[in-house]
């Protein structure tokens, strides 16, 4: 993102896990349960060993949310990732295996009726889990489509309870810079911090994710509980929150704090608004390696467009 980088959807061939692979794995996990499929993928096993909600997953599919090309194979999604606390490399993915998601305490606090501390599997049991295939663009011009487990946000707003004054939702990360060693390159204001509005938060697409393929979700995705805005760029969609705060002030955000002419508050996905460095019409499919067109809203413009009506003067896409 802001730093200088290598091209590093050059996937090599070797990861490119064909889709049929994913759903094979889903039958079986339907078909024999966890234990069969232990044996048979080895790596499916290891987040189901640890994770003490592991059971809940898979998680019934959510058909209303659909996607126009195929799932992106798991082995990339788990591997080329953006996790600036363990690197500025897309390649965290083992370093990002120290974070230790249990114990994980969430807090919830600001403008609520009373300040809330969870543990992270109390949360996920009170929630209404449900499977949705999403497609994500990155503010760098690649893409993916994942199929998500987790809840709507507007159920972590009920849960919260907050004042009716309350306008926007703030997010932020953990802070644990000996395992997270990113996070001691001072020059970054940690911890990652991202926020919204109350509208979007209570909008239907705006989704927690606590799993993806059908357990919980890996380390370098972002687990135990990540946020996806699927109608903007990724980095609003922060990873591993340990803390919501409902504010009436706009938060400062971690990337428009670093780079506030290259980055804002809104960052909705738009062909038509170029980043200052490079142009935002197309974007890089990891799965093909092939460029396709960016739609507005990154396609989701029936959900989200009346959020924004009568907000021209406002940044809406940086
Ligand atoms: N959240 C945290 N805490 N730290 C990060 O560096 N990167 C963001 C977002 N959330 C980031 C984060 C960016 S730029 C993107 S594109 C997505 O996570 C990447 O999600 P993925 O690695 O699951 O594809």
């Known amino acids: 993102m802001y730093i200088k980088r290598t091209r590093g959807w050059e996937i090599p061939e070797r990861l490119a896990t064909p889709e049929s692979t994913y759903f094979d794995r889903r039958q079986i996990l339907a078909a024999g349960g966890v234990g069969l499929a232990s044996s048979a993928f080895p790596f499916v096993a290891r987040a189901a060993d640890t994770d003490p909600t592991a059971d809940l997953y898979p998680a019934p599919r959510n058909s209303r949310y659909t996607i126009n090309r195929p799932v992106t194979p798991e082995s990339i999604n788990t591997t080329y990732n953006n996790f600036y606390e363990f690197g500025t490399q897309r390649n965290i993915s083992a370093a990002a295996e120290a974070l230790p998601t249990r114990p994980w305490e969430v807090k919830i606090d600001g403008m609520v009726e009373e300040e809330i501390t969870t543990d992270i599997d109390t949360l996920i049991r009170r929630m209404p889990l449900e499977e949705r295939l999403y497609r994500h663009r990155c503010v760098e011009a690649w893409s993916i489509t994942v199929p998500w487990t987790g809840f709507p946000v507007s159920e972590l707003v009920k849960f919260a309870r907050p004042l009716g004054d309350a306008q926007y939702l703030r997010m932020e990360t953990f802070m644990m810079p000996d395992v997270a060693t990113g996070q001691k390159q001072v020059w970054y204001p940690w911890p990652y911090v991202e926020g919204v509005t109350m509208a ?119």
Not at 262 to 268: I, K, L, P, S, T
């Open 200 to 318: 979007e938060a209570n909008n239907e697409l705006a989704f927690l994710v606590t799993g993806a393929y059908g357990k919980p979700v890996a380390k370098s995705m972002g687990a135990p509980l990540r946020i996806h805005l699927p109608w903007k760029y990724g980095f609003k969609s922060i990873k591993s929150i340990v803390r919501f705060t409902f504010t009436d002030e706009r938060p400062i955000t971690f990337w428009e704090e670093l780079g506030p002419s290259e980055y804002g508050f809104w960052a909705n996905v738009n062909p038509d608004v170029a980043h200052p460095r490079w142009s935002q019409a197309t974007e890089r499919d990891l799965a093909t390696n092939e460029r396709i067109p960016t739609e507005l809203y990154n396609g989701y413009g029936e959900f989200v467009a009346d959020l924004y009506a009568g907000m021209d003067d406002q940044r809406l896409y940086m």
